[in-house]
């Protein structure tokens, strides 16, 4: 994540699939001096859709949520939307991991049906 606290602060990670919950892991840094790693599970249930934008110069893995409570514990949201910076050599990674999370969705949907 880039363009914390006014571009003062930024913060890298890992983001998987597991446990039927998206976890993220990340390492905020400000004024360049690395703060303590924070880990967080995301549940399907609070992910609307989740896709990859493949820009220019940068690729981004956009997760829309639903609720306010998983918002708040990104470093960084826009309204219901994150968007994680992802280095192209991951692109395809991104990519599986929004199949991933989508197939995940759906069968957790039908089985509610």
Known sequence: MDDLDGGFSSATG????????LLVEFQPKRFGFQLPAKEFGVALSEIE??????GWFRCRLVLELNSLAALSRFPRHDEN???LSIKKDQLVNARDLASQITLASVDRALEEM
């Open 49 to 54: 859709r989740v896709r990859v934008k493949k």
């Open 14 to 21: 890992f983001i998987s699939l597991e446990n039927g919950q």
């Open 81 to 83: 939307e994150v968007r």
